[in-house]
């Protein structure tokens, strides 16, 4: 197994644990790391392993969710710059954090590791808006999004140039192999929107490189905004019919995928539809 060259410059490599992809993009002023990996271990065999093409001079967070930021505190240590969503630290805090708390204290469900080497550590550069990031021959664009997987998604554009395609790193805002993860912390009504406004970015020839799985085509986008659109949809019926979450999840074959997966979903759904009613769902174009 080894890094494969997925656009001119940009690399992606599938590991074990978590079944994370980790991409790279190579300038010439050294490597930007998209994540971290799920503990400071995986950080450092993904820094050895990516010395063949250069050194890691900056990381970016795509989101909070442990498996992309526990390694964080491996590159802290070395003085790399770490960029990440304005409202990163604050997800970090409300919800990595307690459930760190509780997989050491041994209750949860937690993959086997050792989470006591573990130091929960935010990125040291915070954006609130679009930026590029110059890694010398060439920039990329980090773009944080509105609410989505999380309220603090945030997508890294590789510009197609001279004949190259486009790339797009984004995440668990497109999930691969599986269908959409509702996990903590998840804007299960305003993903749609929130992904279509990407996907109106994004070429037809371009590249996505989800954080987990196989890199995909922006037509697997599609398909994956218009189960995002079903799951809001019904979760919009349900709730202004007056189901509790459990007599939603009842209606087990109206739902587009295994109503064990999509708890968090109808649960987080009906918060925000609490806190704003007006909520509505794009319909798929
Ligand atoms: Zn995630």
Redesign the pocket.
Known sequence: MTWNEIATDVFSRRYPQDDLTMTVVRGTHGLLLIDTGGSPAHAALVDAEVKQLGDVRWVVNT?A?Y??TFGNQHFAATGVPIYGHHLLPAHLHEHERPRLAAWRAGTGSEPPRDWHDVIITPPTRLLSERSWLDLGDRSVELIPLDRG??DGDLVIRVPAGDGSTGAWIV??VIEEPGPP?Y?SGCFPMRWPRTLAALLDEIGEDDIIVP?HGRAVSRAYGVAQLAVLESTATLTLEHYRAGHSVDRALAFQDAWPYPVAALELAVQNGYQELDEDDDLDVPQVS
């Open positions: 989101h969710h498996d992309h997987h999380t995440g668990d993860m996990g954080g």
